[in-house]
T-cell receptor, first 115, second 116 residues
Framework: NAGVMQNPRHLVRRRGQEARLRCSPM?????VYWYRQLPEEGLKFMVY????????ESGMPKERFSAEFPKEGPSILRIQQVVRGDSAAYFC?????????????FGAGSRLTVL | AQTVTQSQPEMSVQEAETVTLSCTYD???????LFWYKQPPSRQMILVIR??????QNATENRFSVNFQKAAKSFSLKISDSQLGDAAMYFC?????????????FGGGTRLMVKP
């Protein structure tokens, strides 16, 4: 029973390039969350998605960042025209429902380095 | 807005001793959950313990226990019989219990070092 799978684990991009991070939730989980962790800081919520729907994107930067969770395939976090400040670890988490006592299961994260 | 504060950037404990990590939070909600997550050097976020706000009894998981003081909005983590494998970043987190989703608010973390 695979957990939350994220890839790539490490991604290096030059300023101005695009970064795509992928997340496959745990089997049976239909709710996906993306978090960002800047160096020496805690995780910050970015976006919450269900299949084909963005439920809450209150933590997403207004520009250059987008996320999707299509009917088939993994959830994608896309960062266009990356800048050095985008260097961070990006974590995906999933849960079977939106509320109640269920706990988020985290992936191992994708570390983005912008040169 | 909810905030979570961890006032200890670093803590150190001798192997086999006990250490307590502090966490305070601010919320106007009455129904919520609190969590402690461990992040070892591998960066994997591992759930250590969870507390429901409506429960007065403090949660316990083996060597890990919490001291939940709802009125004071305090949620500390006690690690007994510390082991070398406990060395990691520890994050306190909060989530309101509603149907709006499982969004967690994290504190800034405490780095725990365990001395042999």
């Amino acid at each position: 029973n695979a957990g939350v799978m994220q890839n790539p684990r490490h991604l290096v991009r030059r300023r101005g390039q695009e970064a795509r991070l992928r997340c496959s939730p745990m089997k049976g989980h239909s709710h996906v969350y993306w978090y960002r962790q800047l160096p020496e800081e805690g995780l910050k919520f970015m976006v919450y998605l269900q299949k084909e729907n963005i439920i809450d994107e209150s933590g997403m930067p207004k520009e250059r960042f987008s996320a999707e969770f299509p009917k088939e395939g993994p959830s994608i976090l896309r960062i266009q025209q990356v800048v050095r400040g985008d260097s961070a670890a990006y974590f995906c988490a999933s849960s079977p429902r939106s509320s109640g006592a269920n706990v988020l299961t985290f992936g191992a994260g994708s570390r983005l380095t912008v040169l | 807005a909810q905030t979570v504060t961890q006032s200890q950037p670093e803590m150190s404990v001798q192997e086999a001793e006990t250490v307590t990590l502090s966490c305070t939070y601010d919320t106007s909600e009455s129904d919520y959950y609190l969590f402690w997550y461990k992040q070892p050097p591998s960066r994997q976020m591992i759930l250590v313990i969870r507390q429901e706000a409506y429960k007065q009894q403090n949660a316990t998981e083996n060597r890990f226990s919490v001291n939940f003081q709802k009125a004071a909005k305090s949620f500390s983590l006690k690690i007994s019989d510390s082991q070398l494998g406990d060395a990691a970043m520890y994050f306190c987190a909060y989530r309101v219990n509603n149907n709006a989703g499982n969004m967690l608010t994290f504190g800034g973390g405490t780095r725990l070092m365990v001395k042999p």
